[in-house]
Each structure stands twice: as C-alpha cells, then as structure tokens.
C-alpha cells in the first residue's frame, strides 16, 4: 500500500502493521513480543521513509507479507524507482580467486585470508573494490612452505574372513584360507599323503 512521507502516513503504517499483525498473532498463536518488534521495525522504517526519503508528489510504500513460516515487512521509499540493484558476483569471485588459493597454499588459514581482506579498508567509497582487494591478497605474500613428502597410504585392512579349511576367523590377502594352512599347503594343488614323507609331487618325481 501507498502512504504519504509525513509522520502522519508513519504513523498510519504503524497501525496498520498492528492490526495486520494481531490477526497473525491470533490465528499462529505467535508469542506477543513478535507482534511488538513488527511494530516497532514498521515504525522505524516508516519514519525514517517519511523524514530522510522524502520526496514532493511521491509516497512510500509499505508491503506486508504473510509467506508461510516467514512474516515479511518492507517499506520502500520515494525513490523506489533507484533502488540499488545487486550486482553479478561472479566476476568478482573469479577476480580474487587466485590471491586466495596462493594464500591457502602458503598454509595460511582461511581466517588469516578474511583478516587480509576485511581488516582496514578505507572509509572513503572504493571506485573498483574487487581490484583493490586483489592487490591486498598479492601483497606481503609469504613464501611457500618448505616440500613435504606426502603421507605414505595407510596400511591395507583386510576384511573378516572364515577359512575354509579350519572355519577360523582370519584378515589376509587369501581369499580362501589362513596364513596357517596357507603355509600347511592346504589349497596350494599338493595332495596331503597322511604321512610326514613328503610327496612325489613335492620330490619332483613324475
């Protein structure tokens, strides 16, 4: 809805934010300090809309809106029509990406990277604030860590097996067999004979 920017279209939107906010409170069962900081935000806005926004033959708008678990308020001022547009952040992702990754590289953890970009930034408007915090990440950059010789793999963990010659539990390479009765011969192709002697296969004998 549309209101005039003087303090009586304030305060026309501040009750208005109240009725529209009692009947919210009365159909969600909502706690009444809800109801309160609406009002209060509502008008706040509004006043500042009907003071600091104020412009001859506009008005300001006020949007309240009910969207399922969220309760929106938005109040427009008279310049609605130039109202800051976001921008694409992608270029300037791209643009800083590199600086960041020969930060991280450097062992320099990602709080010390937000520190670099965020601590002491002029007061003054930056004309191309993704060039200026590009420059600030290249700059007293430290060298890179002395080479590491990178983790040797983990030792192999075979999993749980039965074997199945003694039905005893066992971890090894041997899908079939334990390292018992893989080094007994069992499963190895040599027939057992029931004598120490050894075999004619084991003598070499055809």
Not at 140 to 163: S, T
């Amino acid at each position: 809805m549309l209101l005039s920017p003087t303090p009586r279209g304030a305060r026309l939107a501040r009750l208005l934010a109240t009725d529209w906010m009692r009947d919210r409170v009365r159909d969600r069962d909502l706690p009444h300090r809800v109801s309160e900081a609406a009002e209060h935000l509502v008008a706040e806005l509004a006043a500042n809309a009907a003071t600091h926004g104020r412009l001859a033959g506009r008005d300001f708008r006020l949007a309240l809106l009910d969207r399922g678990a969220t309760l929106r308020i938005e109040v427009t001022g008279t310049r609605g029509d130039d109202l800051p547009r976001p921008s694409r952040p992608a270029p300037d992702a791209e643009h800083l990406a590199p600086g960041v990754a020969a930060r991280l590289e450097r062992d320099l953890s990602p709080t010390a990277v937000r520190k670099a970009l965020a601590d002491g930034l002029p007061l003054e408007p930056l004309v191309r604030p993704a060039a200026f915090l590009a420059h600030r990440l290249t700059v007293k950059l430290p060298p890179l860590p002395p080479f590491r010789a990178p983790e040797p793999p983990p030792p192999v963990r075979y999993p749980l097996r039965n074997c199945d010659t003694c039905d005893h539990a066992y971890r090894g390479p041997d899908p079939h067999h334990c390292q018992g009765c893989a080094s007994a011969g069992v499963g190895s192709g040599v027939p057992d004979t029931g004598t120490d002697e050894p075999s004619l296969v084991e003598q070499g004998r055809p």
